[in-house]
């Protein structure tokens, strides 16, 4: 199991404990809904005013989607994931930004789409939830 030595003090070290699959999906369930919008996703938060730093992992036109959206709507929390199985046909993209404030769902959906039209047209589909913060 552990083995000591004689200058490390015993009772400063304590075995971890290892997570059981069940214990796993209890902490899972106790996640904010905001944090489990997508399955494995990759979100990034960002509590200033800067731009949203892209995260590790993202393909090129996640990230083309991730900057286009960053740039115009200065985003608190953004995620843009291929859900098309890496062929680019759909995205879920999850966005709360400050220029939603005041507005419908509709119109903030609109504004989406109106800043991606030129890459929603290559698209078969759109999974898209927005947020005023």
Request: charged share 25%; net charge positive; glycine share 4%.
């Amino acid at each position: 199991m552990f083995k000591f030595t004689k200058t490390i003090n015993k009772n400063a070290f304590q075995p971890t404990q290892l997570l059981k699959n069940s214990q796993l999906h209890q902490i899972e369930r106790r996640v904010p809904l905001q944090y489990r919008f997508f399955a494995n996703s990759r979100i990034i938060s960002n509590e200033s005013t800067t731009k949203l730093s892209p995260p590790l992992g993202m393909d090129d036109y996640e990230l083309k989607i991730f900057e286009i959206l960053n740039e115009k709507l200065s985003p608190k929390l953004l995620t843009v994931r291929d859900v098309s199985g890496g062929c680019g046909s759909m995205f879920a993209i999850n966005i709360q930004s400050t220029k939603f404030k005041g507005t419908t769902m509709i119109k903030q959906h609109r504004l989406v789409n109106e800043i991606l039209k030129d890459e929603i047209s290559k698209w078969h589909g759109l999974q898209l939830k927005t947020n005023a913060v």
